[in-house]
């Protein structure tokens, strides 16, 4: 039997999530097996970019515009196509230079720009459509192993779509928003992490990025009351979500 | 002729190697590292310090523990914070558990496939299996096997202290937010226990491997300490007998940008080339590896300064021995206590140098008096080795001129995997 041709693609992250799906711990006899690595660049040499794809990945925030051109392409040639990580999906890390004026933070790091060509951070979806998220930084195994399944057995993928809150509950987790008062950005974050940060005594930072529709502003309301300054919510808000509708509603109403 | 490889495969990021050879001499060799620039440390002033490590773990998917130690270690001396010997001790357990694992994944993944002439380990058409059988062309299953054992239990090492093996949470600047309790440290130490036989075998494995008879003129550079084989903190040594103390890193080494590279290149002030990573701390260290290190390197017959880069995947297996028996001494003696400490913020500025899997990491910050940085400085290990490796490429196409186009560059690239480059990390 034919296997689904899988393609994986990096755009401006740490790799994190290609190193994840080619070393899916505990799954990566079946992951790599069961697919036809058609291309997956730290995973294999050679290949070929151009597809078709049957399922093709794609990891990394859009900061350089040859990156849309490239992608516009994989999506023609691909039946499904999911982000996969916080980067491609909210822009994640990289998209934390969209707070301060471009140029600015170009300056700090190379004296001479003339060979740099980098475009305002953005997510994937921003430039095609995109038919799935699996969420997390790094992704959660669980959505990732869900995508997988879904191409393999032709069903629809059903990613986890609820907040960090529920997942601490489920573990029977104190609450450490309203018991030890620290910021934690759970109720507006996407789950799949496992409530790891509060599990591990810390408030969440949001590694998830948002959930959709989650109401920021009232959860900033909330670190307002607990004495949290305004700079220091917009941080809150802008680790991984400074390109995000949920988030940017937040930012919007704090900054100056 | 012209030869390009446009997108260095088996690698982490994305980087090029191009050369011109015209009437039988090499004309001209460039390594672009075309990855493209997240400014890191264009980003990270504004931020506030307990978030750096967060951030900066995001540099790389394979060294996360590396950025963050490094960072944590940094703020921590420009506040003024002294870490107890307890905290020092379980973030070695991190570094070390994700040296082993960074290595495990390179040696098995990205560079055994070369000498089997494979494009990757293992695949649809070539499934694993045993060497016995005709089907699979690789027949690699027993190392397959190895791999996945050994790679699960220092991924749990670095999980129980972390949460997580990719970009842990509970490693924060003032120590570490939970500690596991003795069960599931026995548990570790018992797996760790369970995988000595294999980390022996990967170490014959990588020897037996038929390198290329190469040998490159560059000087070894490493971080040492009188105590232990330095991962987190120590001076700078270099094998034509120079030490540098951490804090005067900058006075002796440069950045410089390159103009075909978005990745910039690190010289020593005046010196030549360097190289960092596995090899070099071997070179400059032995003495103080692991006596069951030592001894698989006896074993094999490994030699210290031998000059050829390719023994990089060798110094790599040697230290994955060295990283699972000092793991499992440092979580026999661990003991249970405080291992969290509030830090007050104020002015000042810090840097750290480490050593992350592919060599000399080093991370500078200075804070105003909120906590907040104003200036961030990271040079990775990639940025070290950047000169060195293309020296190298140009000494290896000029011995081998005369070889067929295919097998130019794929030496080329081979020796580029030796060097295990961090494209990602070298840009950031």
Redesign the interface.
């Known amino acids: 039997m034919e296997?689904p041709r899988l393609g994986f693609f990096?755009?401006?992250?740490?790799?994190?999530?290609?190193?994840?799906f080619?070393?899916f711990?505990?799954h990566?006899?079946e992951s790599?097996?069961?697919?036809?690595?058609v291309y997956a660049?730290?995973?294999?040499?050679?290949?070929n970019p151009h597809g078709p794809f049957d399922i093709a990945l794609v990891e990394g925030?859009i900061?350089?515009s040859w990156?849309v051109d490239e992608l516009k392409k994989i999506r023609e040639q691909s039946k499904q196509l999911f982000a996969i990580g916080s980067c491609a999906i909210d822009g994640?890390?990289?998209a934390?230079?969209s707070?301060?004026p471009e140029l600015?933070?170009?300056?700090?790091?190379?004296?001479?720009l003339s060979?740099?060509h980098?475009i305002r951070?953005h997510s994937v979806d921003a430039y095609i459509k995109v038919d799935g998220y699996i969420r997390g930084?790094?992704p959660g195994e669980r959505d990732l192993h869900e995508a997988l399944a879904s191409v393999l057995t032709g069903k629809k993928p059903a990613f986890l779509q609820y907040s960090v809150c529920v997942e601490c509950k489920l573990k029977g987790n104190i609450c450490v928003l309203v018991a030890y008062n620290m910021p934690c950005m759970g109720p507006v974050t996407n789950a799949g992490?496992g409530a790891?940060?509060p599990?591990?005594?810390?408030a969440c930072?949001s590694?998830f990025g948002p959930m959709k529709q989650a109401n920021g502003p009232a959860l900033a309301r909330k670190f307002r009351l607990m004495g949290l300054s305004r700079e220091?919510i917009i941080?809150k808000f802008t680790?991984f979500g400074a390109d995000t509708i949920e988030f940017r509603r937040v930012i919007e109403t704090y900054e100056d | 002729m012209k030869i390009k490889v446009d997108?260095i495969?088996?690698?982490?990021?994305?980087g090029s190697v191009k050369f011109n050879i015209e009437g039988g001499k090499l004309k001209e060799l460039k390594l672009n590292i075309w990855?493209?620039?997240?400014?890191?440390?264009?980003?990270l002033?504004?931020?506030?310090f307990d978030?750096v490590p967060?951030?900066v773990s995001?540099?790389?998917?394979?060294c996360?523990v590396s950025h963050m130690t490094t960072s944590i270690r940094a703020i921590e001396k420009a506040v003024g914070f002294i870490p107890s010997l307890e905290i020092k001790n379980l973030r070695k357990i991190m570094s070390l558990s994700q040296i082993v694992a960074s290595h495990l994944?390179h040696l098995y993944?990205?560079v055994l496939?070369d000498y089997h002439r494979l494009?990757?380990l293992?695949?649809?058409e070539n499934?694993?299996s045993p060497p016995f059988t005709k089907g699979g062309k690789g027949g690699l299953l027993e190392e397959?096997k190895r791999l996945?054992r050994l790679?699960?239990a220092v991924?749990n090492v670095t999980a129980i202290f972390g949460?997580?093996p990719?970009?842990p949470?509970?490693m924060?600047v003032g120590g570490f937010?939970?500690i596991p309790s003795r069960d599931e440290i026995g548990k570790v130490i018992k797996g760790l226990e369970s995988i000595k036989g294999d980390a022996l075998d990967t170490v014959k494995m990588v020897s037996k491997l038929h390198y290329p008879d190469f040998r490159n003129n560059t000087e070894y550079v490493s971080i040492i300490s009188k105590d232990d084989y330095a991962v987190n903190e120590g001076t700078i040594a270099s094998s034509s007998g120079i030490e540098v103390e951490e804090d005067d890193y900058l006075s002796w080494f440069q950045e410089e940008?390159v103009?075909?590279s978005?990745a910039k290149r690190t010289v020593m002030k005046g010196r030549g080339s360097i190289m960092v990573g596995a090899l070099s701390r071997l070179n400059i260290k032995f003495g103080m590896l692991h006596p069951e290190a030592k001894k698989a390197a006896e074993m094999i017959g490994f030699k210290i300064l031998g000059k050829n880069p390719f023994l990089n995947n060798i110094a790599q297996a040697v230290e994955i021995v060295h990283g699972i028996w000092e793991c499992i001494e440092l979580l026999d003696a661990f003991s249970i206590g405080n291992y969290f400490f509030k830090v007050n913020v104020r002015e000042g500025s810090g840097s750290a140098l480490t050593e992350a899997p592919r060599g000399m990491l080093y991370h500078q910050y200075e804070l105003n008096k909120k906590g907040i940085i104003e200036r961030a400085n990271i040079v990775t290990p990639t940025a070290h080795n950047f000169m060195s490796l293309e020296e190298s490429l140009k000494k290896l196409v000029n011995e081998n001129i005369d070889k067929p186009k295919n097998e130019l560059s794929l030496l080329c690239?081979m020796l580029v995997r030796a060097y295990d480059p961090c494209f990602?990390c070298s840009v950031h």
């Open positions: 296997k990096k755009y401006s992250c740490c790799a994190g999530c290609e190193f994840q080619m070393y711990q505990k990566i006899i790599i097996t069961s697919f036809d690595i660049r730290m995973l294999k040499r050679g290949g925030t900061t350089e990156q994640g890390i990289p934390i230079k707070t301060m600015e933070a170009e300056k700090k790091v190379y004296k001479d060979t740099i980098s951070p930084c790094p992490c790891l940060c599990s591990m005594n810390r930072y590694c220091d941080r680790e | 997108y495969a088996r690698v982490e990021g994305e990855e493209p620039p997240r400014f890191f440390e264009g980003f002033v504004g931020r506030k978030e967060d951030i995001r540099i790389c998917g394979i996360p994944v993944m990205l496939p494009d990757m293992f695949s649809r499934p694993p397959i996945i790679k699960e991924n949460g997580r990719l970009h949470v509970a924060v937010t939970k940008e103009p075909y978005n690239e990602s």
